[in-house]
């Protein structure tokens, strides 16, 4: 994948995405440093993170994409039989 090319699409490893998230980053001529700003996030996480660490928190995967611009979606896979699909809703406490 190079800076002009991005393969936006199916991400199968903790290193397609970060390896996405940096070309990404680099098209729009971010910085790590200026993400870092942007997203409250330090550089050394979004370095980790575009290595593909496969431990990095989800939480903090899912802030930098945001500040980078990206959304994740969740389908089923190609051949996987279909689920019925129930809306999302936070439990409310009584």
Known sequence: ?????????????TEDLGRLARAHRKQRHLTLETVSGLGN??????????????????????????????EVSIQPRAGAAPMRAR????EVAP
């Open 1 to 13: 994948m190079t800076d002009e090319e991005i393969l936006y699409g199916v991400i199968q490893t």
């Open 41 to 70: 996030l330090s550089p050394r996480f979004l370095s980790e993170f575009e290595r593909g660490k496969e431990t990095a928190e989800i939480g903090k995967v899912l802030k930098a994409l945001r500040t980078l611009g990206l």
């Open 87 to 90: 809306p999302i809703t936070k």
